[in-house]
């Protein structure tokens, strides 16, 4: 399997909480998030909003690999637990960039997916860059 950085493209979370902002490059095919200490992405809170596993990253696709985000909570406690992105309460949700996820109070990320090589393309506003990969 070839490796997703030969596309051009990095993901990243940048994730707020009650010790400042912290930002994460996504690599691996997923990421447990939560309260919990041995999770992946911590999210330090004192806030029972916050499930222990409040949500998963789940990379998928072809390269260039997208992610997907998936409420780990049931949807029973939605009224103790909520995940939103963009405002909107989401159980499952595909990332797009600059999508902003909150957990609970004072908890929330920004997720990027950065095309290193579209600095290039600056000279056309609204250009959507696309890489397709060579068949060999």
């Known amino acids: 399997m070839q490796d997703e950085n030969c596309y051009g493209t990095e993901h990243q979370l940048t994730v707020k909480d009650d010790k400042g902002c912290q930002t994460y490059p996504l690599t691996h095919p997923t990421y447990e998030i939560g309260r919990f200490a041995k999770l992946d992405i911590r999210l330090c809170t004192r806030s029972h909003q916050v499930a222990r596993h409040h949500a998963t990253l789940v990379r998928f696709g072809q ?27 989401i159980q499952t949700h595909v990332l797009c960039s600059g999508d902003i996820i909150e957990f609970g109070a004072g908890v929330s990320a920004i997720y990027d997916r950065a095309w290193p090589v579209a600095s290039d393309f600056n000279s056309f506003p609204g250009c959507i860059l696309q890489i397709f990969p060579i068949e060999s």
């Open 63 to 89: 390269p260039p690999f997208d992610y997907g985000l998936i409420a780990a909570f049931s949807p029973d406690d939605s009224g103790a637990h909520q995940l939103l992105v963009n405002g909107n309460p």
